[in-house]
């Protein structure tokens, strides 16, 4: 069974089809760049998968569980917005998170936050958002989960920083684990891809591994992006 399996999946917010009878099967040790152009649905089916959106059509699975409290014991979602308190310090969200998830490991958000030069001791509200973004994920990686579900990770930080964050994504990642990467960052973020899901208006238009692709269509995977949304 995959780790993710997704079937004739339909969301409709309204009038508007976001998610329009969308398949997906994704295994377990890989990291997958899940591409599109704004709008093509890439942060509603992340929500979903997170259990953070309902009322939808069709059928999700996650490690064999529908949405819910089983699935989001294995699931770590790093949404696109920021989720932490403006008055908390960085102690305080790592406490929260331990009293939150039986899967965080303190030390490794402690480790992560030291990798990223960040001090525990200073408020949200004080960090730009660069920081605040190398905070959050420091949070959601250091859960031992079996899919990571991360919504334009490296989008609010210069490009000096995005390598380092991705460095971040992949330290003593599980080999076991699934990490489903939304971005329209290809070039930053296709050495650490293993596969791609393409999007456009809430379908799947292509999936496959990195090095197939690049071999058969003779192109960098930020070229092949290029060349479908042209």
Do not use: W
Not at 92 to 111: G, N, P, V, W
């Amino acid at each position: 069974m995959s780790l993710v399996s997704v079937t004739n999946l339909v969301k409709n917010y309204g009038k508007f089809r976001a998610i329009d009878d969308l398949d997906l099967e994704l295994d377990g040790g890989r990291i997958v760049g899940l591409l599109g152009e704004n709008g093509c649905g890439k942060t509603t089916l992340l929500k979903v998968l997170a259990g953070a959106l309902a009322d939808y059509e069709g059928d999700v699975r996650i490690d064999g569980h529908s949405p819910g409290p089983e699935s989001k014991a294995v699931v770590s979602f790093l949404p696109d917005a920021s989720f932490l308190p403006d008055g908390a310090t960085l102690d305080a969200c790592i406490r929260q998170y331990r009293d939150f998830f039986s899967d965080f490991s303190e030390d490794h958000a402690r480790d992560l936050i030291g990798f990223f030069g960040l001090e525990t001791g200073r408020r949200l509200s004080t960090l730009s958002k660069g920081m605040r973004e190398k905070a959050q994920i420091a949070l959601a990686m250091s859960r031992q989960a079996k899919v990571y579900l991360l919504d334009e990770p490296i989008s609010g930080v210069d490009p000096a920083a995005r390598e380092v964050l991705l460095q971040a994504i992949i330290r003593d990642l599980s080999p076991e684990a699934l990490v489903l990467v939304s971005t329209h960052l290809i070039h930053d973020l296709e050495p650490i891809l293993d596969g791609v899901a393409f999007m456009r208006h809430g379908r799947i238009l292509l999936t496959g591994e990195v090095d197939d692709l690049r071999s058969e269509r003779g192109l960098s995977i930020d070229a092949l992006f290029r060349e479908v949304y042209r």
